[in-house]
């Protein structure tokens, strides 16, 4: 593991300093274009994909309502009202939940990983109450992950102290307009989300059991996309601003940013929106599985080598702090997740990264926003409308997990630039001694 000497800064590096100052100071008029064939190609996609799902899901609900007024199949009164109030719950928690976040990051980080297995807890037992075979299957799930999210608590409790730091010196100084265009972005959830809910709802009311799945499951994987993309725009936007400012002093207008992000970048940002999810997904599986396999040589771990090499090369393909970069220097998705993955390499930050925090609380915070949505609809669905309350609480688990997820958008994308900047000039006055001496604690516990 390499140690970075940060112990004096000599004229040489001074004038490196000054050098990267100015540069980075240029980088505030680059001239941002579709550079790339691919990105035009994904940008176009996407858009074309908005396009097909309106149409599909205005379709739908046009189905829906006119078909439930001539059959007893499908009851709109009873299925809508719980999944709108989780929408709107989900946006609501969300909210809340990144405000705690800015107030007192410490104390957000300790709540999540407790309130998130509790949650998920409550929600498991929720599905056994149910008492169908889909909502006891769902249930048992939710409790062995609700464990899961235990123990994992208590393996990296230790972790809590640095990760709070870490927390709280990246978001003290947000950029300007950071809590707004979260606001504006939970508003924009909420109306797609109900949006998607309307086409779900005509999707059910088709008999035919085949097509309906298919359509619910387009339906989900176009929400999922979505909203990833624009969780992953704000993480662009912000990421830039607060690059600028800790790498070159820029203050840079967060509308500009945004703007640029969204006429230039949105190629990039869809091509994240899919291999981000994906990769981290299988880079969590690879390190569980190493993590349980050990050394043992048993048949059912020898593959575990192959997984974590495998996940090794994924990760450099796409990763969350490639982001900074696509919004900084105009780079492509892959381009950039490369380059930065390169930088945390060679100033030797690769482990402290692998054990940062930030991405776990994150998705406890989407877990624990999912389940609350989950607990409301769910109770609802119970009263009104039992035979529906299985899949009313699955969706309304998924529409919080996500509106959570795009609530903590901000604080995500502004530790990303905090590192990534760090990462590429380690001397700036910029920065506290937060890193320095994790990598320290690091060095000395590996001897």
Not at 76 to 96: D, H, N, Q, R
Not at 259 to 264: E, F, H, L, M, P
Not at 403 to 432: G, H, K
Request: proline letters at 3%; one cysteine or more; a positive charge.
């Amino acid at each position: 593991m390499t140690i970075l000497n940060l112990d004096v800064i000599t004229v040489t590096d001074e004038e490196k300093i000054q050098a990267h100052q100015d540069w980075l100071s240029s980088t505030n008029t680059i001239k941002f274009t579709d550079t790339t064939p691919a990105r035009k190609i994904f940008k176009i996609l996407f858009y074309f994909h908005l396009f097909l799902i309106a149409i599909l899901v205005t379709s739908l609900t046009i189905y829906g309502l006119v078909y439930a007024s001539h059959s007893n199949y499908f009851h709109p009164k009873e299925w809508y009202p719980p999944l709108f109030i989780s929408t709107l719950c989900g946006g609501a928690v969300g909210f809340t939940w990144q405000w705690i976040t800015a107030r007192n990051p410490a104390k957000a980080i300790r709540e999540a990983f407790w309130l998130s297995p509790l949650l998920t807890c409550a929600m498991g037992i929720l599905f056994v109450y149910i008492g169908y075979a889909p909502s006891l299957a769902a249930g048992v799930v939710s409790l062995v992950s609700a464990l899961i999210q235990s123990l994992y608590g208590i393996w990296v409790r230790h972790r809590f102290e640095y990760a709070s730091r870490i927390l709280s010196v990246s978001i003290a100084d947000p950029p300007t307009q950071s809590m707004r265009l979260a606001f504006s972005s939970i508003l924009i959830g909420i109306l797609y989300c109900s949006f998607m809910v309307c086409g779900i709802g005509g999707a059910r009311a088709i008999e035919r059991t085949k097509l309906s799945v298919f359509f619910i499951l387009v339906i989900l994987l176009s929400l999922g996309w979505t909203l990833q993309f624009l969780k992953n725009v704000l993480q662009v936007t912000i990421s830039r601003v607060k690059y600028m400012h800790l790498a070159g002093g820029v203050i840079m207008d967060t509308k500009v940013a945004l703007n640029d992000t969204v006429k230039y970048l949105t190629g990039s940002v869809s091509i994240g929106s899919i291999l981000v999810p994906f990769i981290t997904l299988f880079r969590g599986f690879a390190r569980s599985t190493s993590l349980i396999g050990g050394d043992t040589g048993e048949f059912m771990f020898s593959c575990v080598s192959c997984y974590m090499g495998i996940a090794s090369l994924l990760v450099t393909c796409g990763n969350r702090w490639g982001l900074v970069h696509v919004g900084v220097y105009n780079k492509g998705f892959v381009q950039a997740s490369s380059d930065t993955w390169d930088i945390f390499n060679r100033v030797g930050l690769e482990e402290l990264i692998n054990l940062d925090l930030t991405g776990s609380f994150c998705f406890l915070s989407g877990v624990a926003g999912g389940a609350i949505c989950s607990l409301v609809s769910g109770t609802w669905s119970i009263v009104i409308h039992k035979n529906y309350a299985t899949e009313i609480s699955i969706y309304a688990f998924l529409i919080g997990y996500l509106m959570c997820r795009l609530a903590m958008s901000w604080p995500q994308a502004c530790v990303s630039a905090y590192y990534v900047a760090y990462a590429e000039n380690p001397q700036s006055t910029q920065f506290d001694s937060t890193i320095p001496v994790r990598l320290e604690q690091l060095y000395r516990s590996r001897a």
